[in-house]
T-cell receptor, first 114, second 111 residues
Framework: GDSVTQMEGPVTLSEEAFLTINCTYTATGYPSLFWYVQYPGEGLQLLLKATKADDKGSNKGFEATYRKETTSFHLEKGSVQVSDSAVYFCALSDGGTSYGKLTFGQGTILTVHP | DTAVSQTPKYLVTQMGNDKSIKCEQNLGHDTMYWYKQDSKKFLKIMFSYNNKELIINETVPNRFSPKSPDKAHLNLHINSLELGDSAVYFC??????????FGEGSWLTVV
C-alpha cells in the first residue's frame, strides 16, 4: 500500500538557519504530494502541494519539489523563524479510488530558537 | 467564521462510557473525514463520507460509529470507551483530493 516516510525529529534550529525536512514516498500510480503544518494546539493546515512530477509547491517561504525519480518531496526553507516552530507532515493522495484520503508520514517536530 | 468546527474540544471520561464528537463544516464541501492522531503525532484516517455516504472505513473497531445527517455534518459516536481510545480526533472536509481542511481537534482522554 501507499506509505510516506519522513526524517526523524525533533529538529532544532536557530533563527535564520536553513531547513530541510526529508520526505520519501511509496505509491502506485501518480500521487499528489502535500506538506501540512500543525501549530501547537491547532489542527493541520495545508502548507503546499504538488500534483505531478517536477512541480514545485511553495508558500510562506517554504518550497518542495516533486521528484518522481527519487520518489521524494523534501521541504526546504532558506531562513526559518521562531514562528515556524510546529509539526510538519508530508502526505500523499493517490487520487484514483482513494476518494482523496491522505496517507501521512509520521510528522517532524521543528523547534526554532531565537 | 470557523470553516470546520468540532465539539467538544476537550473530553475526559471514564472507561466504558459512550461519548460523541460533533462536526460541522460551512465550506460547502461534499467530502468529510475523521482522522485520529495518537500521542506520537501519527495521523491515520478512520472514516470518509461523500454526500452522506460512507466511502472509507479503515479497519476501525465497531465501537466507533460515524453518522452523517447531511453533507455539512459528520458526527462520531464511540461506545464502551477504552484507555487506548485516548487521542486527538480531527474532523476534516475537502472539495478536491488531498486538499483537506481540518478542524481544531477534540482531545479525548479516557481514564
Amino acid at each position: 500500500g501507499d506509505s510516506v516516510t519522513q526524517m526523524e525529529g525533533p529538529v532544532t534550529l536557530s533563527e535564520e538557519a536553513f531547513l530541510t525536512i526529508n520526505c520519501t514516498y511509496t505509491a502506485t500510480g501518480y500521487p499528489s504530494l502535500f506538506w501540512y503544518v500543525q501549530y501547537p494546539g491547532e489542527g493541520l493546515q495545508l502548507l503546499l502541494k504538488a500534483t505531478k512530477a517536477d512541480d514545485k509547491g511553495s508558500n510562506k517561504g517554504f518550497e518542495a519539489t516533486y521528484r518522481k525519480e527519487t520518489t521524494s518531496f523534501h521541504l526546504e526553507k532558506g531562513s526559518v523563524q521562531v514562528s515556524d516552530s510546529a509539526v510538519y507532515f508530508c502526505a500523499l493522495s493517490d487520487g484514483g479510488t482513494s476518494y482523496g484520503k491522505l496517507t501521512f508520514g509520521q510528522g517532524t517536530i521543528l523547534t526554532v530558537h531565537p | 467564521d470557523t470553516a470546520v468546527s468540532q465539539t467538544p474540544k476537550y473530553l475526559v471520561t471514564q472507561m466504558g462510557n459512550d461519548k460523541s464528537i460533533k462536526c460541522e463544516q460551512n465550506l460547502g464541501h461534499d467530502t468529510m473525514y475523521w482522522y485520529k492522531q495518537d500521542s506520537k503525532k501519527f495521523l491515520k484516517i478512520m472514516f470518509s463520507y461523500n454526500n452522506k455516504e460512507l466511502i472509507i472505513n479503515e479497519t476501525v473497531p465497531n465501537r466507533f460509529s460515524p453518522k452523517s445527517p447531511d453533507k455539512a455534518h459528520l458526527n462520531l459516536h464511540i461506545n464502551s470507551l477504552e484507555l487506548g481510545d485516548s487521542a486527538v480526533y480531527f474532523c476534516a472536509s475537502s472539495y478536491e483530493p488531498g486538499t483537506i481542511y481540518f478542524g481544531e481537534g477534540s482531545w479525548l482522554t479516557v481514564v
